[in-house]
């Protein structure tokens, strides 16, 4: 399925949803308790304002110089962190920082535009999507990696998983998201380390559809072998469309994404750049390790 129908709701259906939203829906927000003290909340922005104003320098973040920073635990246990960036009430961009088991801090992904992560237009599609919107229920935020950030909405008759960015459907229950969590719980162990890492090379392409071709049916995947990904590099560099997909729950959900750019660190940390329509300008950096790990790319 794809994920553009957000994006193209119309204002109508917005304040429809809005209007219908029942008090007695909890927003993630309220949820959401602090699992660090004061300082180490003034740690993570500190460093995340670091890697923000490195982004900021270069032309195609410009409009992040001067964002407000709002952080958010990523849900209990998880020991990840949403950051948001917003200017004049206007959300421009996300980072999620994750901490890291020698102690330190790892910008684990970000990216750019008013759609991002646990974005509340996808929370209330979820809730109608589920026929929740004007009933009780709870939501919370839940992150195991980049691939795999939901909203978990419980109702009075059963626990569902909706992605954290286009509110679609997850095929979870909470058995085989628990199992999934334990299965992956390391595999977000990807990001860049260094707290005051360079960006060297910023490369992007126009968005172009992702299910215009789909090759992952009748092509053999691009074969990436010791972290030698100079195939995807150069395919960016030749402006070829290359697509990216993840599978879960025994192939029954597929995610499919149109690979847009990249960003390379001077530390050799490389973050693709994924896209999910032709007219989008919301774009998630994701780290090439992390992605070739879990899933494949396609030309």
Same mark, same amino acid.
Request: net charge negative.
């Given at each position: 399925?794809?994920?553009?129908?957000?994006?193209?709701?119309?204002?109508?259906?917005?304040?429809?949803?809005?209007?219908?939203?029942?008090?007695?829906?909890?927003?993630?927000?309220?949820?959401?308790?602090?699992?660090?003290?004061?300082?180490?909340?003034?740690?993570?922005?500190?460093?995340?304002?670091?890697?923000?104003?490195?982004?900021?320098?270069?032309?195609? @973040?410009?409009?992040?110089?001067?964002?407000?920073?709002?952080?958010?635990?990523?849900?209990?246990?998880?020991?990840?962190?949403?950051?948001?960036?917003?200017?004049?009430?206007?959300?421009?961009? @996300?980072?999620?920082?994750?901490?890291?088991?020698?102690?330190?801090?790892?910008?684990?992904? @970000?990216?750019?535009? #008013?759609?991002?992560?646990?974005?509340?237009?996808?929370?209330?599609?979820?809730?109608?999507?589920?026929?929740?919107?004007?009933?009780?229920?709870?939501? #919370?935020?839940?992150?195991?990696?980049?691939?795999?950030?939901?909203?978990?909405?419980?109702?009075?008759?059963?626990?569902?998983?909706?992605?954290?960015?286009?509110?679609?459907?997850?095929?979870?229950?909470?058995?085989?998201?628990?199992?999934?969590?334990?299965?992956?719980?390391?595999?977000?162990?990807?990001?860049?380390?260094?707290?005051?890492?360079?960006?060297?090379?910023?490369?992007?392409?126009?968005?172009?559809?992702?299910?215009?071709?789909?090759?992952?049916?009748?092509?053999?995947?691009?074969?990436?072998?010791?972290?030698?990904?100079?195939?995807?590099?150069?395919?960016?560099?030749?402006?070829?469309?290359?697509?990216?997909?993840?599978?879960?729950?025994?192939?029954? @959900?597929?995610?499919?994404?149109?690979?847009?750019?990249?960003?390379?660190?001077?530390?050799?940390?490389?973050?693709?750049?994924?896209?999910?329509?032709?007219?989008?300008?919301?774009?998630?950096?994701?780290?090439?390790?992390?992605?070739? #790990?879990?899933?494949?790319?396609?030309?």
């Amino acid at each position: 399925m794809r994920k553009r129908w957000i994006k193209r709701t119309t204002i109508a259906l917005f304040a429809a949803i809005l209007l219908a939203a029942s008090s007695n829906v909890v927003s993630v927000f309220a949820l959401s308790e602090p699992e660090n003290n004061v300082s180490n909340e003034s740690k993570i922005e500190q460093q995340a304002q670091t890697w923000v104003s490195e982004l900021a320098s270069k032309v195609q @973040y410009s409009d992040w110089k001067s964002a407000e920073l709002n952080i958010t635990p990523l849900g209990p246990g998880t020991h990840s962190w949403l950051v948001l960036l917003t200017k004049n009430k206007k959300i421009l961009g @996300y980072l999620v920082v994750n901490a890291t088991e020698e102690g330190g801090l790892e910008l684990g992904e @970000y990216g750019t535009g #008013e759609y991002p992560l646990f974005n509340e237009q996808s929370l209330q599609l979820s809730l109608l999507q589920l026929e929740l919107i004007n009933k009780p229920s709870q939501t #919370e935020m839940v992150y195991v990696h980049p691939l795999q950030a939901a909203w978990r909405i419980t109702s009075k008759k059963a626990t569902h998983y909706t992605d954290a960015n286009s509110g679609e459907y997850f095929p979870f229950d909470e058995d085989k998201w628990d199992k999934s969590a334990t299965t992956q719980k390391n595999s977000n162990r990807h990001g860049l380390n260094s707290t005051h890492a360079k960006l060297i090379q910023h490369r992007t392409i126009s968005s172009f559809d992702p299910y215009g071709r789909m090759p992952w049916i009748s092509k053999q995947p691009i074969a990436i072998k010791d972290n030698d990904f100079t195939s995807i590099l150069t395919a960016v560099k030749k402006k070829e469309q290359l697509r990216y997909t993840y599978e879960v729950d025994e192939n029954n @959900y597929r995610s499919v994404w149109s690979v847009v750019g990249y960003d390379q660190w001077e530390n050799g940390e490389l973050f693709v750049a994924l896209d999910t329509d032709e007219d989008s300008v919301d774009r998630r950096y994701i780290p090439i390790a992390l992605l070739t #790990e879990l899933g494949s790319f396609y030309r």
